[in-house]
């Protein structure tokens, strides 16, 4: 953006970044992801859009959060917020900062995860669309114990999950006998 560093410091942010930043109370640093505005009061932080989705995770330091112009959260160390474009639910959590930032040592974590947000890292990362026919499967809530290297084959996670999900289905089942 034009004049960034001397006249301001904003940007605009697709994806995922992470940020280590140093104050500066005449220039903040202020992210726009999506309606999602992050401004930086010195800090150490991941952003991660995914669709409509948008989290914020703090490492050091503190930021502040707004969604068109209405605050949502000030984030201190070991926060996240998650907010969604599509619905107002926005959730404050305590999140370990290594499978967040894990994207930039080349794992996967999928740790508590939704799966369509499984899906949407796993479309990023092997450059490939996957599909979930099954209706309301995108919100199972899935965990793998060892997080993945990297270098699996996407064949393989996508087994890894399948089993994961046969697994749900069948608790499911049983709770409704």
Not at 20 to 28: E, I, M, T, Y
Not at 41 to 62: M, P, W, Y
Not at 93 to 106: F, G, I, K, R
Request: glycine fraction near 6%; aromatic fraction near 4%.
């Amino acid at each position: 953006m034009r004049g960034f560093g001397n006249t301001n410091r904003h940007l605009m942010l697709k994806g995922e970044a992470y940020f280590d930043v140093k104050h500066n109370a005449s220039l903040p640093f202020i992210i726009q992801t999506g309606k999602v505005k992050t401004t930086v009061l010195g800090t150490a932080f991941n952003i991660k859009q995914v669709g409509d989705s948008v989290s914020v995770t703090v490492a050091r330091g503190k930021v502040q959060v707004e969604r068109d112009n209405k605050m949502l959260a000030m984030l201190t160390p070991g926060q996240q917020i998650v907010t969604s474009d599509k619905t107002d639910a926005t959730q404050v959590t305590t999140a370990e900062l290594e499978p967040v930032t894990a994207w930039m040592h080349d794992g996967l974590h999928f740790n508590n995860i939704r799966l369509a947000d499984a899906v949407a890292q796993l479309q990023h990362r092997y450059n490939r669309e996957i599909v979930l026919k099954t209706p309301g499967i995108a919100n199972c809530v899935i965990t793998l114990a060892t997080p993945l290297s990297g270098t699996e084959s996407l064949n393989n996670i996508l087994d890894v999950i399948c089993t994961i999900l046969e697994q749900i289905i069948l608790i499911i089942m049983a709770e409704l006998k």
